[in-house]
């Protein structure tokens, strides 16, 4: 089946420095991939959508400037925490549709434990 | 906008007991697409079912299998011979067709399941 990785799966930082996580499409090519962000025991929310190219799409309420996303290839994207707070610290989760199967499943990575101290 | 409602925040079952999550949505939508996905311990989220809305055929997966109920907005999952690896967060999702590639996922906000020895 189809694999996505992120990187790091975990990472402790200090408050103010920029974090980036990277999101791959191991075998297959992903025109659009999803951030989500995580708190314990809650449900997964939707941050942005990016397309392979062009700029991402922000969901209400997420900080364009406080959370870069760049899709730069049709395997990779990352998210870049800027100035990170410890109200950032979350779980990330990314996920990835594929190229040739766009109406088919999202496959999601295993996720980035951010703790800013 | 969909909404997908997951009422019970947590479920038991015995192992090798049956057990069945419940979801309801609300879309005006005829044509979409409806899933669970598990999040064990771990935190990766795994596809268990999906279901196109325009097949009337319950969806089955090996012990998993779906009771989609169209006119009532509802699909519940019933894991059948329950395993003590099947105890993890469980959430149930929509999706639309429309917007192709960058159709988002709306989630509920999930069951955590246990499972007694």
């Known amino acids: 089946g189809a694999v996505v990785s992120q990187h790091p799966s975990r990472v402790i930082c200090k408050s103010g420095t920029s974090v980036k996580i990277e999101c791959r499409s191991l075998?297959?090519?992903?025109?659009?991939m999803f951030w989500y962000r995580q708190f314990p025991k809650k449900s997964l929310m939707l941050m942005a959508t990016?397309?392979?190219?062009?700029?991402?799409?922000?969901e209400q309420g997420v900080e364009k400037d406080k959370f870069l996303i760049n899709h730069a290839s049709l395997t990779l994207s990352t998210l870049t925490v800027t100035s990170a707070h410890p109200e950032d610290s979350s779980f990330y989760i990314c996920?990835?549709?594929?190229?040739?199967?766009?109406?088919?499943?999202?496959?999601f990575g295993p996720g980035t434990r951010l703790l800013v101290l | 906008a969909q909404t997908v409602t997951q009422s019970q925040p947590e479920m038991s079952v015995q192992e090798a007991e049956t057990v069945t999550l419940s979801c309801t949505y609300d879309?005006?939508?005829?044509?979409?697409?409806l899933f669970w996905y598990k999040q064990p311990p771990s935190r990766q989220m795994i596809l268990v079912i999906r279901?196109?809305?325009?097949?009337?055929q319950n969806a089955t997966e090996n012990r998993f299998s779906v009771n989609f109920q169209k006119a009532a907005k509802s699909f519940s999952l019933k894991i059948s011979d329950s395993q003590l690896g099947d105890a993890a967060m469980y959430f149930c999702?929509?999706?639309?067709?429309?917007?192709?590639?960058?159709?988002?996922?709306?989630f509920g906000k999930g069951i955590t399941l246990s499972v007694r020895p």
């Open positions: 996920s990835a549709r594929d190229r040739l199967a766009p109406q088919e499943t999202q496959y």
């Open positions: 075998d297959f090519q992903a025109t659009t």
């Open positions: 990016s397309n392979e190219g062009s700029k991402a799409t922000y």
């Open positions: 879309t005006s939508e005829s044509d979409y697409y």
């Open positions: 279901q196109e809305a325009y097949k009337q």
């Open positions: 999702a929509y999706r639309s067709p429309r917007a192709g590639a960058n159709s988002k996922l709306t």
